[in-house]
């Protein structure tokens, strides 16, 4: 770089941009991406590519010239797609005012935050979480304030005590994860009910990230193939807004397309929100979203049944006695601590060194996270076998 050029002073840039927190998954994938015969279990995304009916809505679309700027809130045909899809999954009419298309489930997180808190507010998460969750709301201007959820045997659960004392006057909202990553918890009708009841009582929006509600594995918590939602809880005054993706479902991580289901008396704001975001998502893309709604169940059972597959060969690494990893109730991760080992960091760099492994550090989902690791197990049996094969290995070398 020539030294000559001025570079700005970080001293200029807004608090809001500099504060943003790194991604520790990001810092291990970059490690250990492109090492020969690595097994990349980091990051939440499967092995399939996006199937060909999907693709080929994508090109059809492209052939017929649909190239051109088109609605704010999504053409039309996916907006009653989603509301068809809707109303399969929850048993109830569902309107189509109610979608939002956006550019990935990112891009509807951050217009749910800037719709509700901004500086000077507080968001309420619970933790271990999604580290974008935070990233969101600290880029909004808005405190992320962390609360720790409680894991016993059974797995992890939320403290709602300990929740509702966390709320203060300047707390604008609650982000509900469920089924959760990186843990796996899986929120029951009880819990959706007392998470309601919390945010009427002050006066909250909840913000609903239920994007793995279709991967639920305890079949106490599963309705009609699916985990418990807020749909099943809320009356259409509660102020709830779900944030929602095709990637998990549909192999489509690469696409970025997403929705907010929101309100629709609240179409103009988020309109306009999109409008200064993305001006809208390309038609040839949501033309292949129509396709993954009205044709991908069978894809998505085969996705399904990949995730519980791999989660029952994950249980393994409790055989050797060194790893705490009670069952996930839902999503596909396994999220598990190592007997001894402190710094989740760098026990993840030392899997990549010594076991070929790409893990996420537990750490990158919060302090509540320390300690833990993440493994992605929606991939081929074959891989997921080998990769706990080789961490088995290394695990008395890691818990020394």
Same mark, same amino acid.
């Given at each position: 770089?020539?030294?000559?050029?001025?570079?700005?002073?970080?001293?200029?840039?807004?608090?809001?941009?500099?504060?943003?927190?790194?991604?520790?998954?990001?810092?291990? $994938?970059?490690?250990?991406?492109?090492?020969?015969?690595? #097994?990349?279990?980091?990051?939440?995304?499967?092995? @399939?590519?996006?199937?060909?009916?999907?693709?080929?809505?994508?090109?059809?679309?492209?052939?017929?010239?649909?190239?051109?700027?088109?609605?704010?809130?999504?053409?039309?045909?996916?907006?009653?797609?989603?509301?068809?899809?809707?109303?399969?999954?929850? &048993?109830?009419?569902?309107?189509?005012?109610?979608?939002?298309?956006?550019?990935?489930?990112?891009?509807?997180?951050?217009?749910?935050? !800037?719709?509700?808190?901004?500086?000077?507010?507080?968001?309420?998460?619970?933790?271990?979480?999604?580290?974008?969750?935070?990233?969101?709301?600290?880029?909004?201007? $808005?405190?992320?304030?962390?609360?720790?959820?409680? #894991?016993? $045997?059974?797995?992890?659960?939320?403290?709602?005590?300990?929740?509702?004392?966390?709320?203060?006057? /300047?707390? !604008?909202?609650?982000?509900?994860?469920?089924?959760?990553?990186?843990?796996?918890?899986?929120?029951?009708?009880?819990?959706?009910?007392?998470?309601?009841?919390?945010?009427?009582?002050?006066?909250?929006? #909840?913000?609903?990230?239920?994007?793995? &509600?279709?991967? #639920?594995?305890?079949?106490?918590?599963?309705?009609?193939?699916?985990?418990?939602?807020?749909?099943?809880?809320?009356?259409?005054?509660?102020?709830?807004?779900?944030?929602?993706?095709?990637?998990?479902?549909?192999?489509?991580?690469?696409?970025?397309?997403?929705?907010?289901?929101?309100?629709?008396?609240?179409?103009?704001?988020?309109?306009?929100?999109?409008?200064?975001?993305?001006?809208?998502?390309?038609?040839?893309?949501? /033309?292949?979203?129509?396709?993954?709604?009205?044709?991908?169940?069978?894809?998505?059972?085969?996705?399904?049944?990949?995730?519980?597959?791999?989660?029952?060969?994950?249980?393994?690494?409790?055989?050797?006695?060194?790893?705490?990893?009670?069952?996930?109730?839902?999503?596909?991760?396994?999220?598990?601590?190592?007997?001894?080992?402190?710094?989740?960091?760098?026990?993840?760099?030392?899997?990549?060194?010594?076991?070929?492994? &790409?893990?996420?550090?537990?750490?990158?989902?919060?302090?509540?996270?320390?300690?833990?690791?993440? @493994?992605?197990?929606?991939?081929?049996?074959?891989?997921?076998?080998?990769?706990?094969? /080789?961490?088995?290995?290394?695990?008395?070398?890691? $818990?020394?």
């Amino acid at each position: 770089m020539d030294s000559s050029i001025a570079i700005p002073s970080l001293s200029k840039l807004r608090p809001e941009a500099e504060q943003a927190p790194a991604s520790g998954i990001v810092d291990v $994938a970059n490690y250990g991406r492109g090492r020969p015969g690595i #097994i990349p279990l980091w990051v939440g995304e499967g092995d @399939l590519p996006t199937p060909a009916f999907i693709c080929e809505a994508a090109t059809r679309s492209l052939a017929t010239g649909e190239t051109f700027y088109t609605y704010q809130s999504g053409i039309p045909e996916l907006r009653e797609a989603l509301a068809r899809y809707h109303e399969r999954l929850y &048993g109830k009419a569902s309107d189509p005012e109610r979608f939002f298309v956006n550019s990935g489930g990112m891009p509807a997180l951050q217009i749910a935050i !800037r719709m509700v808190a901004g500086t000077g507010d507080e968001v309420l998460v619970p933790t271990p979480a999604w580290p974008n969750f935070v990233g969101a709301i600290v880029i909004a201007g $808005a405190q992320a304030v962390g609360v720790p959820m409680n #894991i016993d $045997a059974h797995g992890w659960n939320i403290d709602l005590e300990r929740l509702e004392k966390a709320v203060t006057p /300047r707390t !604008r909202a609650l982000v509900i994860n469920s089924p959760s990553n990186p843990t796996g918890w899986t929120a029951s009708h009880d819990d959706l009910s007392a998470l309601l009841d919390i945010a009427r009582r002050h006066g909250l929006w #909840i913000i609903a990230d239920e994007i793995y &509600g279709r991967f #639920i594995h305890d079949p106490t918590l599963t309705v009609g193939g699916r985990s418990p939602s807020f749909r099943d809880v809320m009356t259409p005054e509660d102020c709830v807004l779900f944030i929602q993706t095709f990637s998990k479902n549909w192999a489509m991580t690469g696409w970025r397309l997403g929705w907010l289901e929101a309100p629709p008396p609240l179409g103009p704001v988020i309109e306009n929100l999109i409008q200064y975001q993305t001006s809208g998502t390309p038609v040839f893309i949501q /033309r292949a979203g129509i396709a993954a709604l009205d044709e991908g169940e069978s894809f998505l059972a085969d996705q399904i049944a990949r995730a519980r597959a791999g989660r029952a060969i994950v249980q393994r690494l409790t055989e050797s006695g060194l790893v705490e990893l009670p069952p996930p109730s839902g999503a596909f991760y396994a999220f598990f601590k190592i007997r001894g080992a402190k710094n989740a960091k760098d026990i993840a760099m030392r899997l990549i060194d010594e076991a070929n492994v &790409g893990l996420a550090p537990g750490s990158a989902f919060g302090d509540a996270g320390e300690g833990y690791l993440r @493994l992605c197990y929606l991939r081929k049996a074959e891989d997921v076998e080998e990769a706990v094969r /080789r961490i088995a290995e290394a695990l008395p070398r890691l $818990a020394a």
